[in-house]
């Protein structure tokens, strides 16, 4: 269940090798056979190399690492569309330290997206790979990379400390929002208190402390954190999570969950408010947004005509996803009259793991007359990723995206999930700004990461897909430089 890593796929197809220089572009195009793997081999040195081999009958393609000459270890994997006779664009490029590989479907496709992209130090030769189905290869070009992949100044991800981010863009500036690691009793702050090799990436804050920002201009360099919401008697004793901030008429309101608090275990959303993205938020209103349901979440959406719409979870067996309109007005919101709505339902591969039936944590944006809704699947502690559902309504019906999930984990990242929109200035570029496990054996600290996203046409004529360059491992230039 979930995105599981493949077991180890025989070495038993035919490699062509392909003699490349230290640094290199290699371009070919392939026919693919009706079963079977094929595609780019790197590094091959005997033993040990690298590949992306896609396959027909999975409909993926992979990221291997060939052990011993003998298996194939899966290392990631995206969904992929793949045609037995079509005819498509192989690319891998290596610069002496990262390696990219490309997969494209249109061959004619301006400024693609490689499908993966690592640090890797390459000492072999390169080779065309076609597994027992049989693979076509033509117009095969070798060449010096005579330039670096970016020249302006760039960042790796990590860009900060932190889970369940959320990024508000006011008068030029981005304010990060997440929770005060403060709790020795939290699994989730436990590195903080045991002598974990991970503490120095963060410190625990006051006490009282609930939530904190800091601010950039570039989401690359950020402010020192400072306190933005501080527990007062209303929430004593309570667990707070998912701070997520809307503007709106010169109020910033502030939701959030809370629970395990007043004898009971039920968590239901909370809003302060402020006159400043920095706070401090305070409760004008002390009732959560519903009262007689447990829920969690609480992620504001304005839509074109002004109205606004609170995305939430709530659990039947698992994780689902409702929709609430809400009415904000002088620091305090209100649910609608008309009561929420469940929206999406957990049901697809990726969406179901060992911990259980997950989708959370939806986000909305826009793009030519749809409504695109961005949520996590499946849970945190596990190979948590991001998909998308498109819809023509804000109520749904929505349908899945083909490629999901958009954002997955691989061997040098985990838990890539509650994802957010982080738009430039005019709302012409956008990156997903998500949260990662601290490595891939360990969970916690989470770590806030940003990845370029963008809209690309469906080769088969439905909406347009929305796809990400992540999760990113390798430096990336500085957001909306050329914005």
Not at 223 to 243: H, I, N, Q
Not at 449 to 473: A, E, S, W
């Amino acid at each position: 269940m979930g995105i599981q890593w493949m077991q180890a796929i025989p070495h038993e197809g035919v490699a062509r090798t392909v003699p490349a220089p230290e640094a290199f572009s290699l371009s070919v195009r392939m026919r693919p056979g009706q079963t079977g793997w094929a595609g780019l081999c790197f590094g091959l040195d005997g033993k040990t190399g690298w590949a992306m081999l896609v396959s027909p009958e999975k409909q993926e393609a992979h990221f291997l690492e060939l052990k011993n000459n003998a298996v194939w270890l899966d290392r990631g994997m995206r969904r992929q569309s793949v045609v037995p006779g079509r005819e498509y664009a192989l690319r891998g490029e290596y610069d002496g330290s990262v390696l990219r590989v490309y997969f494209l479907a249109d061959p004619q496709q301006k400024d693609p997206w490689p499908l993966f992209e690592f640090p890797l130090k390459l000492n072999g030769q390169a080779a065309l790979y076609a597994g027992r189905g049989g693979a076509e290869f033509s117009e095969l070009c070798v060449s010096p990379l005579e330039k670096p992949f970016y020249t302006g100044e760039t960042f790796t991800n990590p860009v900060m400390v932190g889970a369940d981010p959320d990024i508000l863009l006011h008068e030029g500036r981005y304010y990060l929002y997440n929770r005060v690691p403060n709790d020795p009793s939290s699994s989730e702050d436990a590195y903080l208190y045991n002598g974990s090799e991970h503490a120095k990436l963060d410190r625990a804050g006051d006490s009282r402390a609930i939530f904190r920002v800091t601010s950039s201009t570039d989401l690359v360099h950020w402010s020192p954190y400072k306190t933005v919401f501080s527990r007062d008697s209303v929430l004593e004793g309570a667990f707070c999570m998912s701070p997520n901030v809307t503007e709106k008429d010169g109020w910033f309101y502030l939701f959030f969950a809370g629970g395990r608090f007043r004898g009971e275990e039920n968590f239901h959303i909370y809003c302060a408010s402020s006159r400043s993205p920095e706070g401090p938020f305070t409760l004008k209103s002390t009732a959560p947004l519903h009262t007689d349901i447990e829920e969690i979440g609480g992620m504001p959406f304005r839509d074109d005509d002004g109205e606004t719409y609170l995305s939430l979870v709530r659990f039947d067996r698992g994780n689902h996803i409702w929709l609430q309109k809400v009415h904000l007005s002088d620091g305090v919101a209100a649910a609608d009259e008309a009561p929420a709505r469940l929206i999406l339902r957990p049901e697809a591969d990726y969406e179901v793991d060992e911990y259980g039936r997950i989708v959370e944590g939806a986000v909305f944006i826009r793009h030519k007359g749809l409504y695109y809704m961005i949520y996590a699947d499946g849970h945190y502690l596990g190979h948590y990723g991001e998909s998308c559902a498109v819809a023509e309504n804000i109520w749904g019906p929505y349908v899945r995206q083909k490629n999901n999930p958009i954002l997955h984990h691989h061997f040098m990242a985990d838990g890539t999930g509650d994802g957010i929109v982080i738009y430039n200035r005019d709302r012409s570029e956008m990156y997903l700004g998500y949260h990662r496990h601290v490595s891939p054996t360990d969970v916690e600290p989470r770590m806030t990461c940003i990845d370029r996203m963008r809209f690309v046409p469906d080769p088969d004529g439905g909406p347009d897909l929305l796809t990400v360059y992540g999760p990113t491992v390798t430096p990336q230039p500085i957001p909306f430089s050329k914005s």
